[in-house]
């Protein structure tokens, strides 16, 4: 159980194009989902804090006029990285929690390379 | 502000060479203290939760412990499908939800 799913899970996109990220709880549903950025052998860096059917709460320095989020459901959370540019590219990760025992499920990770 | 420190950055051990690696943290209150394992080009895989200083936790080769500034993750006999880079985050009760703060990890190899 506590499954999470990531799509795409690697994308390559020019720059000053927008890209999309769907995160998924696949078998529980998930009132808040956490979006993480992590830079090559770096740590994770909370990027923002998605609850379902609210805005999200982002992070000191992350721009949310760049990295939208939307929690529309239960089980999905989307970060679209807008206008993306070479520095965006990153793996971002995301987590759901499932409201047992305050435990964060992750996902696979998405790959993004802006040329 | 919670801070999260891991130490060494990086560790290699011989097959069966048993080691520890440190978690030291600074939290306000300490809700919880997750291990995370992650390997390279994927995300973190749940380890342990600690929530009070004394308490261990165990699973195959690897036990987490807990005092009120710092956790252990001792690697007993390690074996290569060990090699990964382990995290440690904590949770505050200060904060809301499950928000967690990462450490920088531990990369460790182990060769056979």
């Known amino acids: 159980g506590a499954v999470v799913s990531q799509h795409p899970s690697r994308v390559i996109c020019k720059s000053g194009t927008s890209v999309k990220i769907e995160c998924r709880s696949l078998d529980f549903q998930a009132t808040t989902m956490f979006w993480y950025r992590q830079f090559p052998k770096q740590s994770l860096m909370l990027m923002a804090t998605?609850?379902?059917?609210?805005?999200?709460?982002?992070e000191q320095g992350v721009e949310k006029d760049k990295f939208l989020i939307n929690h529309a459901s239960l089980t999905l959370s989307t970060l679209t990285v807008t206008s993306a540019h070479p520095e965006d590219s990153s793996f971002y990760i995301c987590?759901?929690?499932?409201?047992?025992?305050?435990?964060?499920?992750f996902g696979p990770g998405t790959r993004l390379t802006v040329l | 502000e919670d801070q999260v420190t891991q130490s060494p950055e990086a560790l290699r051990l011989q097959e069966g060479e048993s080691s520890s690696l440190n978690c030291s943290y600074t939290?306000?209150?300490?809700?919880?203290l997750f291990w995370y394992r992650q390997d390279p080009g994927k995300g973190p895989e749940f380890l342990f939760t600690?929530?009070?200083a004394g308490e261990e936790k165990e699973k195959e080769r690897l036990k987490a412990t807990l005092t009120k500034k710092e956790s252990f993750l001792h690697i007993t006999a390690p074996k290569p499908e060990d090699s990964a880079t382990y995290l440690c985050a904590v949770q505050a009760w200060e904060t809301s939800g499950s928000r967690l703060t990462f450490g920088e990890g531990t990369q460790l190899t182990v060769n056979p």
């Open positions: 987590s759901a929690d499932n409201g047992v025992a305050d435990e964060q499920f």
């Open positions: 939290v306000s209150g300490l809700r919880g």
């Open positions: 998605s609850n379902e059917g609210s805005k999200a709460t982002y």
């Open positions: 600690l929530y009070s």
